[in-house]
């Protein structure tokens, strides 16, 4: 991936100057030989953490087959919503979700680390951490299949500071 940015480099700071929209920006991306969907909107997402770029993560977002998947275990009925709408409503009601289920949602506790006014779950988050991880979740409980990786956690006492 930084061969490819590094090599095309001009091309995609030219096609992010002259799009209007985020989704100039995806289809951009897209066009470029081996980028499909889920890649266009990871290298979208990236490039929202340069400061001056000018469009957000909170605006826009593509949701993968995982994510699909995911929000078809979390909406019994989507009342019309495609996926990114799911997404977008799931995003906006976060707070008012945790309440009415009584969950433990304290975003400075979980976003310690950021400034106050980033402490939130983005639609990226959502996304990839949000319904994609259910899914791989749920068809791991209900439908008794395997998950595709284990993660095991390994206590080296590494001390990166």
């Known amino acids: 991936m930084i061969k490819f940015v590094f090599y ?53 977002v593509v949701s993968g087959p995982g994510c699909e998947r995911g929000i078809n275990w979390i909406f019994s009925d989507r009342d019309g919503m495609n996926s990114e709408e799911c997404l977008f409503w799931f995003t906006l009601n976060q707070n008012k979700i945790s309440e009415e289920y009584k969950e433990k949602w304290d975003m400075d506790e979980i976003f310690h680390f950021l400034p106050k006014e980033e402490r939130t779950y983005t639609l ?9 991880e259910i899914d791989k979740r749920c068809r791991t409980k209900f439908n008794n299949k395997r998950p595709k990786q284990k993660y095991y956690y390994q206590d080296n006492n590494l001390k990166l500071f």
């Open 8 to 60: 095309n480099q001009d091309k995609i700071v030219n096609g992010v100057n002259v799009s209007a929209n985020q989704l100039e920006v995806f289809n951009h991306l897209k066009s470029f030989s081996g980028i499909g969907n889920f890649l266009a909107y990871q290298i979208f997402v990236d490039l929202t953490y340069i400061n001056k770029f000018p469009f957000t993560e909170m605006n826009f």
């Open 124 to 132: 990226m988050d959502m996304e990839n951490s949000g319904a994609c």
